[in-house]
């Protein structure tokens, strides 16, 4: 972000600003898919294997949830 901000501050050519941004766009939705990825792994996994019916429909919901959120 830091680097776009810089772009912007020294007047860079508006296509290489674009360029850059769909860069961050990307990085950071592979950060995402890595984070929920890891969030199924553990927390979801160790709600379904505690047995807790309410805690696993906690985590579940916060899922749903979240996936919905990244989707729009």
């Known amino acids: 972000m ?7 501050d020294e ?13 961050v766009r990307a990085a950071l939705d592979r950060v995402e898919q890595e984070i929920l990825r890891d ?7 160790n709600a379904i294997a505690s047995g807790n019916k309410a805690d696993q429909r906690q985590k579940i919901a916060e899922l749903m949830d979240v996936l919905g959120r990244t989707k729009r």
């Open 2 to 8: 830091r680097g776009l901000s810089k772009m912007i």
């Open 11 to 23: 007047d860079r050519y508006c296509i290489d600003i674009i360029t850059q941004i769909g860069a």
């Open 39 to 45: 969030h199924v792994g553990h927390c979801v996994e």
